[in-house]
């Protein structure tokens, strides 16, 4: 493989190492694949600078992009290679598809919302990923004309393994997928087919956005009303229409270390403007600052991962993170 010398190709080159080599992914191909896949190209061009960052980032429709690091871990737990057909439900902008398609044989991605499969169809062709497929479908009924799969990855959260998926496992075959547990913790967990049986096995703890069926919703795909099942439809179509879908986060935040005197509170407020949140940052007398934080999760989670670094002068040692109860009161992001 000829090296990228571009910048965009060294930032891979550090997160690989940085993010993934040093937190234990270990298989050859996934870490390969992840040096490979140019993952600003699969999102806004206004969260490009994060591309690399050890973080989700928000791609609209209220939908992320999964941090670097939860992407490799999923697809080396799949154990797929080049002989492996693989399903992948919920595929957003692309990206996971792209990193699965440059591992596997053949991957089929499904994506609810006919916006960002669009979307990312049109990145994986400009990309020439041949073998991944991206069709606007509702993913827990996943392909049972296709089946069975090598390995199946759920990008959404689940009370259960959906058992339609489950199904269309080949004899060996994994699934992969964040289930919700008790007290509303997510715990990524594989499923491996084996007979008419399945292991499970619990793996760690994540966030993903839930899974969500048509009859969840109540619509197709593409945004109409819907009283049953909706076919796979050709992303060729035009079946633009998908309402975004709104949520807010809060958490209320205290940062440790160097952080006074270094214009940590006025570069704190211009990004959290940038990323449209709502909230206040101020100095503690104890030598922190304190941050409230509401608006998009994915914006949050971008917003808590500039505070682990912040602006050039400070030194951040940790930072403390609990939820809240969001604020109605806040109309914007303000110095105090």
């Given at each position: 493989?000829?090296?990228?010398?571009?910048?965009?190709?060294?930032?891979?080159?550090?997160?690989v190492?940085?993010?993934?080599?040093?937190?234990?992914?270990?298989?050859?191909?996934?870490?390969?694949?992840?040096?490979?896949?140019?993952?600003?190209?699969?999102?806004p061009?206004?969260?490009?600078?994060?591309?690399?960052?050890?973080?989700?980032?928000?791609i609209?429709l209220?939908?992320?992009?999964?941090?670097?690091?939860?992407?490799?871990?999923?697809?080396?737990?799949?154990?797929?290679?080049?002989?492996?057909?693989?399903?992948?439900?919920?595929?957003?902008?692309?990206?996971?598809?792209?990193?699965?398609?440059?591992?596997?044989?053949?991957?089929?991605?499904?994506?609810?919302?006919?916006?960002?499969?669009?979307?990312?169809?049109?990145?994986?062709?400009?990309?020439?990923?041949?073998?991944?497929h991206?069709?606007?479908a509702?993913?827990?009924?996943?392909?049972?004309?296709?089946?069975?799969?090598?390995?199946?990855?759920?990008?959404?959260?689940?009370?259960?393994?959906?058992?339609?998926?489950?199904r269309?496992?080949?004899?060996?075959?994994?699934l992969?997928?964040?289930?919700?547990?008790?007290?509303?913790?997510?715990?990524?967990?594989?499923?491996?087919?084996?007979?008419?049986?399945?292991?499970?096995r619990l793996?760690?703890?994540?966030?993903?956005?839930p899974?969500?069926?048509?009859?969840?919703?109540g619509?197709?795909?593409?945004?109409?009303?819907?009283?049953?099942?909706s076919?796979?439809?050709?992303?060729?179509?035009?079946?633009r229409?998908?309402?975004?879908?709104?949520?807010?986060?809060?958490?209320?935040?205290?940062?440790?270390?160097?952080?006074?005197?270094?214009?940590?509170?006025?570069?704190?407020?211009?990004?959290?403007?940038?990323?449209?949140?709502?909230?206040?940052?101020?100095?503690?007398?104890?030598?922190?600052?304190?941050?409230?934080?509401?608006?998009d999760?994915?914006?949050?989670?971008?917003?808590l991962?500039?505070?682990?670094?912040?602006?050039?002068?400070?030194?951040?040692?940790?930072?403390?993170?609990?939820?809240?109860?969001?604020?109605?009161?806040?109309?914007?992001?303000?110095?105090?």
């Amino acid at each position: 493989m000829k090296q990228d010398t571009s910048e965009s190709g060294a930032r891979r080159v550090r997160m690989v190492d940085e993010q993934l080599v040093r937190r234990g992914i270990r298989d050859e191909n996934v870490l390969a694949a992840m040096g490979s896949v140019p993952r600003h190209l699969f999102v806004p061009a206004a969260f490009a600078g994060e591309a690399y960052m050890d973080t989700p980032l928000p791609i609209g429709l209220g939908q992320t992009i999964s941090q670097p690091y939860m992407v490799a871990l999923m697809t080396e737990l799949l154990g797929v290679d080049v002989r492996s057909r693989v399903l992948e439900v919920g595929s957003g902008s692309g990206y996971q598809s792209a990193v699965l398609a440059e591992v596997a044989g053949e991957v089929f991605a499904l994506e609810r919302l006919a916006e960002l499969a669009e979307r990312a169809r049109d990145t994986l062709a400009r990309l020439a990923y041949a073998n991944a497929h991206t069709a606007i479908a509702d993913g827990t009924r996943g392909r049972p004309d296709l089946a069975p799969f090598d390995a199946i990855l759920v990008a959404a959260a689940a009370a259960e393994a959906p058992p339609l998926l489950l199904r269309q496992l080949a004899q060996g075959g994994r699934l992969v997928v964040p289930i919700v547990q008790p007290r509303r913790d997510q715990v990524l967990t594989v499923f491996e087919r084996r007979g008419d049986s399945f292991v499970q096995r619990l793996h760690t703890r994540c966030r993903f956005v839930p899974l969500v069926s048509d009859r969840d919703a109540g619509e197709r795909p593409g945004g109409g009303a819907s009283p049953g099942a909706s076919p796979p439809t050709d992303i060729g179509e035009d079946s633009r229409g998908a309402t975004e879908e709104m949520t807010m986060k809060a958490v209320d935040a205290r940062v440790h270390g160097t952080v006074q005197g270094v214009y940590y509170r006025t570069a704190a407020r211009a990004e959290g403007v940038r990323l449209g949140l709502r909230g206040w940052v101020r100095n503690v007398s104890d030598g922190t600052v304190a941050l409230r934080l509401q608006g998009d999760p994915a914006a949050v989670d971008v917003m808590l991962g500039w505070c682990r670094l912040g602006p050039p002068a400070a030194r951040v040692d940790w930072l403390d993170v609990s939820d809240a109860a969001p604020d109605e009161a806040l109309s914007d992001f303000e110095v105090r």
